[in-house]
């Protein structure tokens, strides 16, 4: 029987919201026992001297996209994995907006077992929602259940047809599968760069309403409502969204909300200097917005927190802002970018990793993001107050187009480890 020990730790419990001084045990990939005060060394076991650090489950993030098949030379399962653990990752859970996209059993399978051979930490599949994400054509959403997919999704390709998406969501809440949308209207946000505003006009940008964020949440929830499935908007970055969420719960409707690491942290003044690695989608919201949503986090109306980690190579992205491709890699400065809500003062610790691990695993039925006896020991080690310089070529990702690139950040993983195997250890 492997026995391992962490002593004299921070232990951070979501689920308590409190932290608290104390140990943690695991034994065979499990937490066995988690001890509030001081406690005594085991006699057999090894045994880790956490120094007053802070030990959380590991981070459960929705929406990572892992370039396999089609652009491996942007991120692999391997870079992606190694990224994830030096992050604090634990599970990602994949989008299927490959090339082709991951709609069918045959190609789940392949990156499912691409996934066991070469990632350290956990990897759950999501699968497209329609063929192709095309928008025209169901996939087999029963076969893609058996063989693994834990969700369903067009990623950022919205279907238009509202025939077929409410005959979609029809058909998963037949058989109780999750579905996530990306909530903006698809014709207002044809080809923005910037939210709409005075900065964006001054900058000569193609805009984007945050009302086209509102619009399509209205008519999905409006969809859920007629057909009782269970549904997550991946991203709401506006505060004009949040109200039809609230009335969405107060109705009872089974849905949930997310929202980036980087509409948390970053708003359209960042995009100053025509900087391509802050173009993101849908783009960064004005600083009002930006509040809004972080309280939502706080208050628990937005649920999850997640990367939405999107490498994009250098030849995509230095090109004009308006030319260059949408996205930013996160899955190594998801957690230091998070420390800057929790040093601001604005979210406890608890709190983000109720939205960053807890709540991400119930929403997809599982039993990681707990601190109790009987969860897998999926956990981070991490000090919330080292400084450092963000320089992304250090990063693992294949690509390194991140907006923090030469930030000063707080915040590092110490170590990382999935089901109690050490997956990850800062040198």
């Known amino acids: 029987m492997s026995r391992l020990t962490f002593l004299n730790a921070r232990l951070v419990n979501p689920e308590t919201d409190e932290v608290v001084t104390g140990g943690v045990t695991v034994e065979n990939g499990r937490i066995t026992d988690v001890a509030k005060g001081s406690v005594s060394p085991p006699a057999e076991g090894r045994i880790i001297d956490c120094g007053l650090k802070y030990l959380a489950p590991g981070i459960v993030d929705i929406g990572v996209k892992v370039c396999e098949p089609g652009e491996r030379h942007k991120e692999s399962y391997r870079s992606a994995g190694l990224a994830a653990a030096a992050g604090g990752v634990t599970t990602m859970v994949t989008r299927p907006d490959t090339t082709p996209a991951i709609d069918s059993p045959e190609t789940l399978e392949f990156v499912t077992r691409r996934a066991n051979e070469a990632s350290p930490v956990n990897v759950l599949p ?140 970053l708003n359209a003044l960042d995009v100053a200097d025509y900087r391509t690695f802050f173009k993101i989608k849908p783009p960064l919201r004005d600083e009002q917005d930006r509040l809004a949503v972080v309280d939502a986090v706080r208050t628990g109306l937005i649920d999850i927190i997640s990367s939405m980690h999107t490498p994009q190579d250098e030849e995509s992205k230095r090109l004009p802002f308006e030319e260059a491709a949408s996205g930013a890699v996160a899955l190594e400065t998801l957690l230091p970018a998070a420390m800057r809500l929790y040093h601001a003062g604005l979210i406890e610790l608890p709190v983000l990793w109720r939205a960053m691990s807890l709540n991400p695993a119930k929403r997809l039925g599982l039993d990681a993001g707990r601190l109790t006896p009987g969860a897998p020991a999926d956990l981070v080690l991490f000090d919330p107050d080292a400084p450092f310089l963000m320089d992304r070529s250090t990063l693992r990702s294949k690509s390194r187009n991140t907006p923090f690139d030469g930030a000063r950040m707080q915040g590092r993983v110490l170590a990382t480890y999935v089901g109690g195997t050490c997956v990850f250890e800062k040198t």
């Open 126 to 265: 999501m699968a497209a929602l329609t063929k192709g994400r095309e928008g025209r054509e169901m996939t087999e959403i029963g076969f893609l259940l058996d063989a693994g997919a834990v969700a369903f999704t067009d990623c950022d390709r919205v279907i238009a047809d509202t025939r077929v998406f409410s005959r979609a969501l029809t058909y998963a809440r037949s058989l109780d599968a999750l579905v996530i949308a990306h909530p903006q209207d698809p014709g207002l946000s044809r080809g923005a760069a910037a939210t709409s505003g005075k900065f964006a006009s001054l900058r000569g940008l193609p805009t984007v309403s945050p009302m086209a964020e509102r619009m399509a949440l209205d008519r999905d929830l409006s969809l859920v409502e007629m057909t009782g499935a269970r549904y997550h908007a991946d991203q709401l970055t506006c505060a004009r969204a949040l109200p039809a969420l609230e009335r969405a719960r107060a109705n009872g409707l089974d849905v949930t909300a997310g929202t980036s690491i980087h509409h948390l942290t």
